[in-house]
């Protein structure tokens, strides 16, 4: 039994091919252009907001777990739900993960009198502004690259990678329990897609397996060099 299982490679456990990967992104692409490209525009707004107000605002503060909230609850829904789960059978169990994190996304933009949390250090929001600039430059630009055209392209809030690169950033800005708390769920789906793109031969999954240890790195600075 052993000897049967060496002869497996991760390859064998995907039921599907990278061309049938893409293909889903474009069917949702084709399906949802209004809302998918809505989402994008109203996710790249808030973090621009967000970056250009330096988190000042408790408005704009409150409104991107909220717009973070509602890219999961699409994405889960359009992507994952409709269209990933018949080829892809771990989503059966993602789904109630994936609920989870929206409700915690949910409670953090609904919290009133949400307190300002301390400015995180800058090595801590430089890698949370690099991971979610990718999301919104970088990544939907993947697809083109790699030769699966502009209509596969992966946009914030209809597709799971960039969503959780956004979040993962996100969490970056928060402080104490909050930060492990709402990042949790981004960085599990960030190195299960990687390896699922690293098995479809596809190099950007090499990024999706580095942002939850950039991200684990940069909160380890932050602790050592916190005052005591």
Known sequence: MSADWADYRPADFLLFSGRTYYRLFERCNEAHTAINLALMAAGALVALLLL???????????????????????????????????????????LPVLAAHIAILLMIGLRRGMPTPPPPDRIAAGTGWTLIGSAFLLWPAVAPLTGHGWRSAELFGSAPDPTALASLGFALMLSGTARWVAGAVPMAWCLFAGATLLTLGQPAGWWLLAAPLLALGASVIERIRAPR
Do not use: E, N
């Open 52 to 94: 250009l107000l330096l988190r000042g605002d408790a408005r704009v503060r409150r409104a991107w777990p909220l717009v973070l909230a509602l890219a999961w609850a699409w994405s889960t829904w359009a992507f994952v739900w409709s269209l990933y789960l018949p080829i892809q059978w771990a989503m059966r169990y993602a």
